[in-house]
C-alpha cells in the first residue's frame, strides 16, 4: 500500500505520541531520516508504502478523531501509545505461535 500525508500530520502524529524521531522511527519500522523526510515535505504531502503508510494512515485518522477537543493532547497520545502497544504485543505472539508451530517464516 502507498500513500500521500501531509508532512504537518506526520509530525502531529509524532508529538501526540509524545515520542522523538528515532523512537516514531522504531515503531514504523523505518529509519529516522526517512521521518525527517516525511516531516519537512518540500510539496508538503510525504509519499509513504508500506506497513509504514498502513500505521501512519490508522494514527492519522485516530489523532484527526481526537483532534476535535475532546480529550488533551497528552491523553490522546497516551491512548495511541497503549494502542500500538497492543498492536507490538500482538504481532509478537503471532511470530512466536508460527515458531513454536514449526512456521517461522
Known sequence: MRGKIPGSD???IRT???LTVSQFAAVLGVHPSSVHR?????TGFA???GVAWTVLAALRKRVLAERSGKRAAAKQGE?????LALGGALAALLV???FAAGRDE
Open 96 to 98: 512466536l505461535l508460527l
Open 16 to 18: 501526540a505520541l509524545g
Open 10 to 12: 506526520v509530525r502531529e
Open 38 to 42: 516525511w516531516e519537512a515535505a518540500d
Open 79 to 83: 491512548l495511541i501509545t497503549n494502542e
Open 47 to 49: 509519499e509513504i508504502e
